[in-house]
């Protein structure tokens, strides 16, 4: 599977912007996916989760997020969002979407959780 993240762009604080990851050569449906961000001089974190269609598609948020971020699946679509509203300075970063490894515990938080990466799409928060 491979997937594109697209959507970033520059925003003033307060302002809203909409993630999309979307996979090609699989079915999204198949896989919890994860989005992760990484601002500069900094390590990846986890941002948000949701599971898989037979996992109830269940999410999670890091604390730092939730209330202003949502991930949701549009199966039919083949992607997952990241829709993200009241953004700060300090979400600027880079954002990255991946395929939960099959097996591990669902929503994991950890990098070691994700096999498949796409490439970052950048996000800048300006005060």
């Known amino acids: 599977v491979q997937l594109q993240a697209s959507g970033g762009g520059s925003v003033q604080a307060g302002g809203s912007l909409r993630l999309t990851c979307t996979a090609s050569?699989?079915?999204?449906?198949?896989?919890?996916i994860g989005w992760f961000r990484q601002a500069p001089g900094k390590e990846r974190e986890f941002v948000a989760a949701?599971?898989?269609?037979?996992?109830?598609?269940?999410?999670d948020y890091a604390g730092s997020v939730r209330g202003r971020f949502t991930i949701s699946r549009d199966n039919a679509k083949n992607s997952v969002y990241l829709a993200m509203s009241s953004l700060k300075p300090e979400d600027t970063a880079d954002y990255y979407c991946?395929?939960?490894?099959?097996?591990?515990?669902?929503?994991?938080?950890?990098?070691?959780?994700?096999?498949?990466w796409g490439q970052g799409t950048q996000v800048t928060v300006s005060s």
């Open positions: 991946a395929t939960e490894r099959i097996g591990v515990p669902n929503l994991s938080k950890s990098e070691a959780g994700y096999d498949y």
């Open positions: 050569g699989r079915a999204i449906s198949r896989y919890g």
């Open positions: 949701i599971s898989s269609r037979p996992f109830g598609e269940r999410t």
